[in-house]
């Protein structure tokens, strides 16, 4: 069994086929998923992809390149529709994204930070975007104590130092299709090092799909192609792969 643990299925790129690939992944072993939210619409989308598949699990946040015009409303959207919803199982995608000239960095900084805060007043797991910003995540996170709340770094892009410094916080880290690149040699090293008790895969989807197929659409059924990337890596079997990392996304997001 695969379990992807980020995922955004309510994006208008499946808006022609999203029943059709939803049901495609299931039968390439993928029985669970989570979908991510990343701006105010996306809450919405995330909501209505709950209600239509089974499979499906949701987190609600507000990307960094999408916080211009956030306001505090929006905290208390996604606080309404996160209590007393078990199938929201974490507060995401937050976090920083310095690549391109965006938002503010002291504006994306607050609005972590408030998303954070309100990760531990709602008791769930946080989804961490974190883009040419390593060390101010990092900052970020351990000032905020993040660690007493858990969650995933998501397509993790720093070292293989780094990554062992979150695992030792006790974050997991989310690796996918870059795995498979020729020059995701870093990537690769991480996956290395990284206890495979605290990696999950994910897809990102649309994006990031692996190689062969970079560049197209990407879905979750890719992920047996990342399980064989880390299994060749780690010496293992692709099924032992697929079986510790479901369990730790089961373990992630507090999933019985």
Not at 40 to 57: D, M, V
Not at 59 to 81: N, Q
Request: charged share 30%; with cysteine.
């Amino acid at each position: 069994m695969i379990f992807d643990t980020h995922c955004h299925y309510d994006d208008r790129r499946y808006d022609e086929d999203r029943d059709q690939v939803i049901e495609e992944i299931g039968r390439e072993g993928v029985s669970l998923f989570v979908n991510v939210s990343a701006d105010r619409e996306s809450l919405k989308g995330t909501l209505k992809i709950l209600e239509r598949f089974p499979s499906a699990y949701g987190a609600l946040g507000i990307h960094p390149s999408e916080i211009e015009g956030l306001d505090e409303s929006v905290m208390e959207e996604i606080a309404e529709k996160t209590r007393g919803n078990d199938r929201i199982v974490a507060i995401g995608e937050i976090g920083l994204d310095y690549w391109e000239e965006g938002p503010d960095r002291k504006d994306q900084i607050f609005w972590f930070k408030r998303q954070l805060e309100l990760a531990r007043e709602l008791d769930k797991p946080v989804i961490i975007h974190s883009r040419d910003a390593v060390q101010d995540t990092y900052d970020v996170l351990d000032e905020c104590r993040a660690e007493e709340m858990g969650g995933v770094i998501h397509c993790f892009s720093a070292s293989p130092e780094m990554a062992l410094r979150y695992v030792k916080k006790g974050f997991f880290i989310g690796i996918g299709g870059v795995v498979t690149f020729k020059n995701g040699k870093t990537l690769k090293e991480v996956a290395r090092v990284t206890p495979l008790e605290n990696i999950v895969l994910e897809t990102d989807c649309p994006y990031l799909s692996p190689v062969p197929h970079r560049g197209e659409r990407n879905h979750s059924g890719y992920l047996n192609l990342v399980a064989e990337a880390i299994a060749e890596i780690k010496g293992i079997s692709k099924e032992e792969v697929c079986d510790q990392t479901f369990k730790n996304a089961k373990r992630l997001y507090r999933i019985n």
